[in-house]
């Protein structure tokens, strides 16, 4: 397996503490743009996670009072317009690369979303797994805004099931903000938090995560993202076998011995 609490991260904030990654763009002069690299490095960094056990949780946060302002217009829209269509396809698969990578990076990742939150950005908080924000959040889908369509990096697919087709349509269509308060009451964020405490909210969520048993986490991610194209027998088969994987940790054991010792479980994952 592979450490990465010592990841040196070259084209974005990285720090990891008490098995707690924090993540976070570092543009935030221009509300934190992705580019070429950034994409890249993140998806990298996300397919790494899995075999990282040193990992047990991810924040992706906001920087400077926002979250992400989706790809750079000047490093990444314009340079697209002189690409061929392999090339093309070669930058759309990548992206969605990025949120495969999430998706698939069997920890839970919590988006902390403050601010401008549009375009991949908005994807980023899509793909994770739980989404707090701030009063200010302002999440758009932008992509029908610049000409493109709004099935971008997994959107149609992902979107609907958050919040359901009728919104996730209106959405995409027509590239509009979506309020934090809104965002709640649709389900797309859990919760709303103040400014200040977002990052204290985030951390507190994520270590209660790390603390947990977490090959059991595991297995949740990968349940809730493999059922839905499962047909209810199939998914009550494979949640089947899954709990009888977890049933064979020691952390089951575990929890039994505490329980039956009147003490608070102490879980290492395996």
């Known amino acids: 397996m592979t450490d990465m609490a010592g990841y040196v991260a070259k084209h974005f904030r990285w720090s990891a503490q008490d098995g707690i990654a ?19 490095e993140l998806r990298d960094v996300f397919r790494a996670l899995v075999y990282a056990d040193d990992i047990k949780a991810v924040v992706f946060g906001s920087n400077g009072g926002n979250f992400c302002s989706g790809g750079d217009v000047h490093d990444i829209i314009g ?26 990076c069997g920890k839970p990742v919590i988006a902390a979303v403050d601010g401008v939150c549009v375009g991949a950005g908005a994807i980023i908080a899509m793909a994770s797994d739980i989404r707090l924000a701030t009063p200010e959040a302002k999440t758009a889908f932008l992509f029908t805004r610049v000409g493109l369509a709004g099935c971008d990096m997994g959107a149609c697919a992902i979107l609907p099931r958050i919040i359901g087709q009728g919104r996730a349509s209106e959405l995409l269509y027509t590239g509009r903000t979506m309020s934090a308060e809104e965002g709640e009451r649709w389900g797309f964020f859990n919760r709303i938090v103040d400014a200040g405490s977002l990052d204290a909210e985030a951390l507190a969520l994520a270590k209660r ?16 993202n493999q059922e839905w194209s499962m047909s209810i027998e199939q998914a009550i088969e494979a949640e089947a076998q899954a709990q009888a994987i977890c049933m064979q940790t020691a952390d089951f054991k575990r929890a039994y011995d505490a329980f039956v010792a009147r003490q608070k479980p102490v879980f290492k994952g395996d």
């Open 79 to 104: 340079p697209l317009l002189d690409l061929d269509m392999k090339g093309l396809l070669n930058f759309t698969r990548m992206t969605g690369d990025l949120v495969k990578a999430m998706v698939n």
């Open 22 to 40: 924090v993540i976070s763009l570092d543009r935030p002069e221009r509300k934190n743009p992705l580019t070429f690299d950034s994409y890249a």
């Open 209 to 224: 995560l790390a603390e947990g048993p977490t090959f059991g986490h595991m297995m949740t991610k990968t349940m809730l």
